[in-house]
């Protein structure tokens, strides 16, 4: 299969996109999650945080299911890799891989999980015939547009964008924390279930 240009695979990626689904749900959730924060409502009532640093024990959980999630993702994709042999999984278990290792916070995570993660979207661009029958699946591509956008939002509440928003400085640890959580569950769910879709299935 002749390898596409790079816009036109962002043409073919971006047409089997719903974008309504990818912006709104994440910052509907945004909104949900702030005023559960905000009323200490469960996940984040009182009740439920044993030590006097209510923000640093939550914060913790958080990052302990991020950890948890990231790294079973991995090992199920790994696991759908060599029961099917198909590179794709492979590919997608070195994704769950970048952000477990971003998860541990190492001192040059931000830097590195960055620089890992455009070499695997370079190897997606170059290795398109491993990925085309999986780039037209609608509820693929918008799944991992979801998941990406809600990580966007995690890392915006993590460089305090939002310190203009009334309470900003009460919700913004917790918030950035279960955004990040829901967004690695988010593509784990997209890549680990991810079905072909070929031309004759259009």
Known sequence: MENPGFWQQVKLVSSSANYWIIIFPPLLIAVLITL????????????????????LATKNVLEELALYATAGFCILCLL?????????????????????????????????????????????????HIF??????????????????????????????????????IFHTKLEET???????SIGCALLFATRKTPENN
Do not use: C
């Open 36 to 55: 559960l924060i905000l009323d200490q409502i469960f996940p984040y009532d009182i009740n439920l945080i044993v030590s006097r640093d209510d923000v």
């Open 80 to 128: 759908r890799y060599l029961y099917s042999k198909d590179k794709f999984f492979l590919w997608a278990s070195g994704m769950m891989m970048v952000l477990f290792f971003r998860e541990l916070h190492p001192p040059i995570s931000s830097a590195g999980v960055y620089v890992l993660l455009l070499m695997l979207f370079y190897i997606a661009y170059k290795k398109y």
């Open 132 to 169: 085309a029958d999986y780039i037209r699946n609608k509820y693929l591509v918008t799944l991992l547009g979801v998941g990406f956008f809600t990580y966007v939002l995690a890392v915006s509440t993590d460089e305090r964008v939002w310190m203009f928003v009334p309470g900003e400085m």
């Open 179 to 185: 955004l990040e959580l829901l967004g690695h569950i």
